[in-house]
């Protein structure tokens, strides 16, 4: 062969060559997958207030202060005891007003919360701190507690395990996907790269709540809280799927 041949055989390689990756087809398409879970944890947060007492008392004298303290105490003890509630930090501030610039303490402001997480098995335990709680503080004239609100909320954990679910879900049935655009462009595709979002649509739902209301202090003993009614949440994904076609 000359030099002239084997460079027209080269150029006609090229050709050919070029042809097939022109016949190359990329696919990127987005797919939606969802799915509806029910949360599986209950969320309420209890609080302890100054009672209408505390809040007119004036300056506060360090027997009450201490008696406030002392109660404060035994509820976080109670607390560590059920191990469903965390937090108990508090602060006891003076309310303060000014009356033509006369500074004049009109009594004080205690801020005191518990965060609860339990399953709907736990609300029993969840009842009784509640009840010990109200005996600590109805021993206590210079503090109030307000009925908890209670409500089920879906956590992160919940979201990060259904964004798994569905993904393994819809890997099932990426081997369709191709079968399905080989048949529309009369080709062979085959998926090269499928991720799904980082951030996952969860879809708003009422929150029920139980029958008692926040803002009502408890009186007269504890009554059972019942767990409020659960309602779905749907979790949605959005999966890329890149397909190259030949």
């Given at each position: 062969?000359t030099k002239?041949?084997?460079?027209?055989?080269?150029l006609?390689?090229?050709?050919?060559?070029?042809?097939?990756?022109?016949?190359?087809?990329?696919?990127?398409?987005?797919?939606?997958t969802?799915?509806?879970?029910?949360?599986?944890?209950?969320?309420?947060n209890?609080?302890?207030?100054?009672?209408?007492?505390?809040?007119?008392?004036?300056?506060?004298?360090?027997?009450?202060?201490?008696?406030?303290?002392?109660?404060?105490?035994?509820v976080?003890?109670?607390?560590?005891?059920s191990?469903?509630?965390k937090?108990?930090?508090?602060?006891?501030?003076?309310?303060?007003?000014?009356?033509?610039?006369?500074?004049?303490?009109?009594?004080?402001?205690?801020?005191?919360?518990?965060?609860?997480?339990?399953?709907?098995?736990?609300?029993?335990?969840?009842?009784?701190?509640?009840?010990?709680?109200?005996?600590?503080?109805?021993?206590?004239?210079?503090?109030?507690l307000?009925?908890?609100?209670?409500?089920?909320?879906?956590?992160?954990?919940e979201?990060e395990?259904?964004k798994?679910?569905?993904?393994?879900?819809?890997?099932?049935?990426?081997?369709?996907?191709?079968?399905?655009?080989?048949?529309?462009l009369?080709?062979?595709?085959?998926?090269?790269?499928?991720?799904?979002?980082?951030n996952?649509?969860?879809?708003?739902?009422?929150?029920?709540?139980?029958?008692?209301?926040?803002?009502?202090?408890?009186?007269?003993?504890?009554?059972?809280?019942?767990a409020?009614?659960?309602?779905?949440?749907?979790?949605?994904?959005?999966?890329?799927?890149?397909?190259?076609?030949?």
């Open positions: 062969n002239g041949d084997r460079m027209k055989y080269i006609l390689a090229s050709i050919f060559i070029n042809i097939i990756f022109a016949n190359d087809l990329v696919i990127t398409k987005k797919f939606i969802s799915k509806e879970i029910e949360p599986k944890f209950l969320f309420a209890i609080r302890i207030e100054s009672s209408s007492t505390l809040r007119n008392i004036g300056e506060l004298k360090n027997s009450d202060r201490e008696e406030i303290i002392t109660t404060l105490n035994d976080i003890n109670e607390t560590q005891n191990k469903i509630c937090g108990g930090s508090f602060s006891i501030t003076p309310i303060i007003n000014y009356d033509k610039d006369k500074r004049k303490t009109i009594g004080q402001n205690v801020n005191f919360n518990l965060n609860c997480k339990f399953t709907k098995d736990d609300l029993s335990t969840y009842n009784k701190l509640l009840s010990n709680i109200n005996d600590a503080i109805s021993k206590n004239k210079l503090l109030s307000p009925q908890p609100s209670m409500n089920y909320r879906i956590t992160e954990d979201i395990i259904t798994g679910e569905l993904f393994d879900g819809f890997l099932g049935e990426v081997r369709e996907i191709e079968n399905k655009y080989s048949k529309i009369n080709k062979s595709c085959k998926s090269s790269n499928i991720n799904y979002g980082e996952p649509k969860v879809s708003q739902v009422a929150t029920f709540k139980s029958v008692m209301s926040a803002d009502s202090a408890i009186a007269n003993g504890i009554i059972p809280t019942s409020p009614i659960v309602d779905t949440t749907r979790i949605t994904i959005d999966v890329i799927v890149q397909l190259n076609c030949k």
